[in-house]
């Protein structure tokens, strides 16, 4: 066991649109620390989404090496991968990405679903994690009966029920007004400080950055600055 969670090793990435390839990165290094909790910030093409899906295994380098808890995991199959990501990966989003017609609890319970857990336990997963979000009350409510702020709540109960190492965060205040983002953010905040989530969360908002221990500025598929937040 490692005290890095991550590690990129000259990792490139590149897409190839109408013919055309364009590089993202190339021979980008990165490690991230047990416990760590990250910002990403930069200019809008920049890499950062593309950066998330190759940490949480969504898309894969086109060279170079990606190593989780000491074991690589870039060349896993397309079922290893996803057995990876469902056991080890909480997803944020912007847009809650919510089921529309299932309740908060039952869209809790679907990375569950996955997993081969008992109907028992599951409930019971379910539940911690909603508590946990302050939302336990709010079980059987749909998504369209609640806030944007408790939507995203769900979504966050929904990463931690599998009880996953890391979390990536794609934007996750950026639909939200400041109070319920800073809401969202200790939240974050308190899963890393006393749950040790491991996160890294893209922003345009300096103000959400402010909750991560350090942000790293990405220019151009490289990164450009490092900031210790206080
Ligand atoms: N599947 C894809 N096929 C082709 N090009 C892609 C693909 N995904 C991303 N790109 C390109 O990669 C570059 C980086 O995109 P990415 O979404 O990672 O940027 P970003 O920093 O997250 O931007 P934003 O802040 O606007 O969301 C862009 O030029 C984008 O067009």
């Not at 593309?50 to 170079?64: C, H, M």
């Not at 190492?165 to 200790?186: S, V, W, Y």
């Amino acid at each position: 066991m490692t005290d890095n969670l991550f590690e990129l090793k000259k990792v490139s990435k590149s897409f190839v649109k109408a013919k055309e390839t364009i590089s993202i990165f190339e021979g980008l290094d990165m490690t991230i620390k047990s416990g760590d909790f990250i910002a990403i910030m930069g200019p809008s093409g920049s890499g950062k989404t593309t950066l998330l899906n190759l940490l949480g295994g969504v898309d894969q380098p086109t060279s170079g090496e990606i190593h989780f808890d000491g074991k690589r995991i870039d060349n896993l199959s397309e079922n290893g991968l996803a057995a990876w990501r469902a056991a080890n990966v909480g997803f944020i989003f912007q847009f809650y990405n919510l089921m529309p017609m299932l309740s908060a609890a039952k869209n809790v319970e679907l990375p569950l679903l996955l997993t081969g857990l008992g109907r028992s336990r599951r409930k019971a997963s379910v539940e911690a994690a909603l508590k946990l979000v302050g939302l336990d009350d709010r079980a059987g409510h749909l998504p369209k009966e609640m806030s944007g702020g408790q939507q995203q709540r769900v979504a966050i109960a929904r990463a931690i029920v599998s009880d996953p190492k890391l979390m990536l965060c794609d934007e996750p205040t950026g639909d939200l007004d400041r109070a319920t983002a800073d809401e969202i953010l200790k939240m974050l905040q308190l899963l890393n400080r006393e749950f040790g989530k491991t996160i890294v969360m893209v922003t345009h908002d300096p103000e959400a950055a402010k909750y991560a221990k350090k942000t790293l500025h990405l220019d151009k598929g490289q990164f450009v600055k490092e900031e210790l937040m206080a």
